[in-house]
């Protein structure tokens, strides 16, 4: 039997996340799609629950600075620590946050051309979620990374840049890009507001004859030959989902600067990984998605916080039925063949 050799086969991912027994959030959203994209996953964790804290009742321990520095100096006296790609992600505490930044300079010491993705997970919706302590601390990683995936909450704390205009946005991405170093910057999950619809190409907007509504995904690469922006609209799906990010994030590092890929004109190694990041990231929701409409009745009832407050099972039916489907959409995450492509467009005029 003559097996297919990936080209990701002398590739490995160190991956530094949250970890939940139940569901697929942090590590376990990322670490099973780079496997399928033909990666080695090295796994550290930096929580265990027994689930997501959408479930409002959860178990498990958070893993302190002292116990990451003896897992990462185990591995490196026994020679395990070489990846050519570092994912980080949930981190709660500054002092854990140190202990990875300084891993991370290690690692890039050791290895200049290591791929770092680094999303700095710290809140959503105007409301941080970890310690006020650890956004100091990204905010200094943030040389270390080749890309970031910041929310824009997180693009607006780590710039300290309100964002309501194109000037604002300029300001964000310059000093993302200026001051602190950062190649690569991916922003997803914008909500389309009337002043970004505004501002986008007819190429980038969503059919004005769509009544569904769109979020908005830009990324910017900074190069000796300057900027280049893309863009996208993508429609939303109805419902909750956790562990998005997660899986965005991991398959945006599984596809960055793959090897084989010859790139047409337009299109920069990051607008690539990107494009194939949304398209197999939305195609997962959807199937999730059409799987939860399958469920009885009472695992899927509304969102409804006194209703769920009374009868804290309500809220825990509804989210086990919205956990990605990842297994099942294996094949999905593996090859884009057979699947409609959202491509990431230049946003002309953007300057």
Request: hydrophobic share 40%; glycine share 6%.
């Amino acid at each position: 039997m003559i097996h297919r050799i990936s080209h990701h086969m002398s590739e490995r991912i160190l991956s530094i996340q949250s970890h939940v027994a139940f569901g697929y959030v942090g590590g376990k959203a990322a670490v099973f799609p780079l496997q399928c994209l033909g990666y080695d996953v090295d796994v550290v964790n930096t929580v265990n629950f027994s689930n997501h804290a959408g479930y409002r009742r959860s178990g498990g321990s958070k893993t302190n600075a002292e116990e990451l520095n003896a897992i990462f100096e185990a591995m490196e006296l026994n020679e395990l620590l070489k990846p050519t790609r570092l994912l980080t992600g949930y981190i709660p505490g500054a002092e854990a946050l140190t202990a990875v930044s300084e891993l991370a300079t290690k690692l890039k010491k050791e290895n200049p051309s290591l791929v770092y993705l680094l999303d700095p997970v710290m809140g959503d919706s105007g409301r941080l979620y970890v310690a006020p302590d650890v956004v100091p601390v990204y905010k200094a990683m943030l040389s270390l990374a080749t890309v970031i995936t910041p929310n824009w909450f997180e693009v607006e704390t780590l710039t300290d840049t309100v964002l309501h205009d194109l000037p604002s946005l300029h300001t964000a991405l310059n000093i993302l890009h200026k001051d602190h170093d950062v190649p690569n910057v991916v922003i997803s999950s914008i909500p389309l507001t009337q002043w970004l619809l505004d501002l986008l190409p007819s190429g980038i907007r969503p059919p004005a004859d769509e009544s569904s509504e769109h979020l908005l995904c830009i990324c910017s690469s900074l190069t000796s030959s300057g900027r280049f922006v893309h863009a996208c609209c993508v429609p939303t799906i109805p419902g909750y989902f956790s562990g998005v990010g997660d899986l965005f994030s991991a398959l945006l590092l599984g596809h960055f600067n793959e090897p084989t890929v010859v790139l047409p004109a337009g299109v920069t190694n990051l607008s690539y990984a990107v494009s194939q990041a949304l398209s197999k990231t939305h195609a997962v929701l959807y199937v999730t998605h059409e799987y939860s409409e399958t469920l009885p009745d009472i695992e899927r009832q509304a969102s409804d916080d006194e209703k769920d407050t009374a009868d804290p099972m309500r809220r825990i039916r509804r989210m086990r039925g919205r956990e990605l489907r990842l297994v099942q959409c294996q094949d999905i995450i593996r090859t884009a063949k057979n699947m409609p492509i959202r491509q990431m467009q230049p946003w002309i005029g953007f300057e």
